[in-house]
């Protein structure tokens, strides 16, 4: 899966001199938590997100009144706050890529580009709506976590017992095990019991860790 089947194509953007008050309305109105900052050529040089604008902003504890506020941050720029230094990606990196970048770099956004121009960003909520859809979260079926020896053949051994049981795959996950010998697989399945389920896989695996039955996920 790329960035392109993800990203937000249209992100909501802001220039150098939108004033912090605006974008910060425009944040709240439009749901978003992070604006990338266009220049008059329409060239990316920034970005700046929710938490940048609310630093900036006075404490509720403040003295100034409500209109002295609204005047402050009326002055203040965006281009004065904003990160200039951007980290992007182009529009057909791997998706677990951008989120590598994201955890890494301590960040949840990437402005997606393509020829130097801004065509998308993809953010932290776009990776967790596609780790829900990885794993089945919203999908009905018999759901096990497995410990399972890390060697060649072990998935194609799981699937096929699957297929033999007559069971759909919903859904296929492998993740870092116990140590550097085992992985835990999650497989969710439909069309099958979680009895014999339970019963088929404990003959292939290590150790099947949890199961469970999720008849409505929605």
Do not use: W
């Not at 008059?40 to 003295?63: F, H, M, N, Q, R």
Request: proline share 4%; glycine share 6%; with cysteine.
């Amino acid at each position: 899966m790329l960035v392109n089947e993800r990203m937000s194509k249209r992100p909501i953007t802001v220039t150098e001199d939108t004033p912090v008050d605006e974008a910060l309305k425009l944040m709240r109105d439009k749901k978003v938590r992070r604006l990338p900052v266009l220049d008059k050529k329409g060239e990316l040089v920034g970005i700046v997100s929710e938490k940048d604008l609310l630093y900036v902003s006075p404490s509720p504890a403040t003295s100034l009144s409500i209109f002295e506020i609204h005047y402050l941050l009326s002055q203040l720029k965006v281009g004065e706050i904003m990160t200039r230094d951007v980290i992007t990606v182009s529009e057909y990196t791997p998706l677990e890529e951008a989120a590598r970048i994201m955890d890494d770099n301590k960040i949840g956004g990437l402005p997606v580009m393509r020829d130097g121009k801004l065509v998308g960003i993809v953010t932290e909520s776009d990776l967790f709506k596609t780790f829900v859809e990885i794993l089945g979260a919203r999908d009905q079926g018999v759901r096990l976590s497995m410990l399972v020896s890390d060697q060649p053949g072990i998935l194609a051994d799981i699937t096929r017992a699957i297929a033999d049981m007559g069971g759909n795959i919903v859904s296929l996950g492998t993740f870092l095990g116990e140590d550097p010998t085992n992985r835990l697989i999650t497989v969710k399945v439909a069309d099958v019991a979680e009895d014999q389920f339970v019963a088929e896989m404990e003959h292939l695996v290590l150790k099947v860790t949890d199961a469970r039955t999720c008849a409505s996920c929605r």
